[in-house]
């Protein structure tokens, strides 16, 4: 299991979660990363960015997709993701936590976030996430997806079919 660093006490009352690669491992098994990604809202950016400094941290540069990547002697980098999303506070506030303890980004916008970005890998990881979801875990899915982002439902709608094609129908 890839180990994270103590981001409870470096952040304080920044609110944060994984997403990514190891945020994965809260819902099936963890696949091999080089780094550790978290997601906080964009308004604690700076705050964030002073904690990791302050800490010892060495800024490496910026995200192209909103953020900051900080490295510490050879620990995996972080790279701190920041959104402003209208769900951020919601999804905040009913972290799941992995086996290690660590807040996790909840499915449903975990999946969320991964449609938006498209890129191959994270389509993969849909795939996989949804495979191990009930049906009443997919229509809560699918809700988040109509009210955030109404434009992939067609693209959340095959990502389900081809997840049952391949790993079979959900669970009851």
């Given amino acids: 299991m890839h180990q994270v660093p103590d981001l409870q006490s470096l952040l ?3 609110r944060w979660v994984l997403v990514g690669d190891v945020a994965l491992r809260a ?3 963890e696949r091999a990363t080089l780094d550790v990604d978290i997601l906080i809202h964009e308004r604690d950016a700076h705050v964030a960015q002073m904690a990791f400094l302050n800490t010892g941290y060495r800024f490496i540069g910026t995200l192209g997709i909103g953020g900051f990547t900080v490295e510490l002697g050879n620990e995996a980098p972080i790279d701190i993701l920041t959104r402003h999303d209208a769900w951020l506070d919601t999804a905040f506030a009913q972290p799941v936590y ?3 303890g660590i807040p996790v980004l909840p499915r449903a916008y975990l999946i969320l976030m991964k449609l938006q970005a498209g890129r191959t890998q ?3 990881d849909i795939q996989r996430l949804l495979a191990l979801t009930s049906t009443d875990e997919r ?3 699918r809700g988040i ?3 955030y982002s109404p434009e992939l ?3 959340l709608d095959s990502l389900i079919t081809l997840a049952d094609l391949e ?3 959900p669970m009851a």
């Fill in 12 to 14: 304080g009352s920044v």
């Fill in 27 to 29: 819902y099936m098994p």
């Fill in 98 to 100: 992995d086996q290690a």
């Fill in 122 to 124: 994270d389509l993969a």
């Fill in 139 to 141: 229509v809560s899915v």
């Fill in 145 to 147: 997806v109509e009210r």
């Fill in 153 to 155: 439902i067609e693209d």
């Fill in 167 to 169: 790993f079979g129908s």
